[in-house]
């Protein structure tokens, strides 16, 4: 079952997918059901009330659940050098931005705890990354000049996502 505000989203995965999709988001769907697993991949950067939302995802869950997260590590190297031009920087529909303390902070105030954390391994399109790379720096003052480097880029393939601008923690509900 799956939680999608975008309505094209929902009707995509219920008549193409055929999954279960609610229209909502987490801080507004209303559920009878209780789950061992919830997961949040890219969500917590976009929730607003992120305080309710952990609430209601513990509330959500059964006990002895869990709840896997993945988002963007604030602290990453990228993240460092790039600042305010960092290509996961994107205000303002990226509220929330975490560093692996930051986020086990916020999970463990409501009484949960760490099972694991670790990075993804992520593919992106060379197509998407070098428009998305060209973009920041054309954004930058400081960095435009390095604009041109993009055109180095193939076009036309699948490369790494730079996995340290990533991670993943899954908690358990104590």
Known sequence: MGIEPNNFMVEYGKNIVGV???????????LEDKFDL???IQVVAHIYDLKSSINRISNFL????????????????????????WHEFSPPGTLNYF??????KLIFQHDFSIVGQGQPQKSIHSKH???LIKH?????????????ITSLIPGNMII????EDLFWALFKKN
């Open 62 to 85: 059964n006990p002895d659940g869990h709840v896997l997260i993945e988002t963007w590590n604030k602290d990453s190297f990228t993240a460092r050098i790039f600042g305010k031009n």
């Open 136 to 148: 920041k720096l054309l954004e930058s003052k400081r960095l435009k000049w390095m604009a041109g």
């Open 99 to 104: 560093s692996k303390k930051t986020l086990n």
């Open 38 to 40: 919830i997961i949040l």
């Open 160 to 163: 790494p996502y730079p996995s």
């Open 20 to 30: 279960d999709i609610k229209k909502g988001t987490i801080e507004t769907v209303e």
């Open 129 to 131: 990354a070098k428009s």
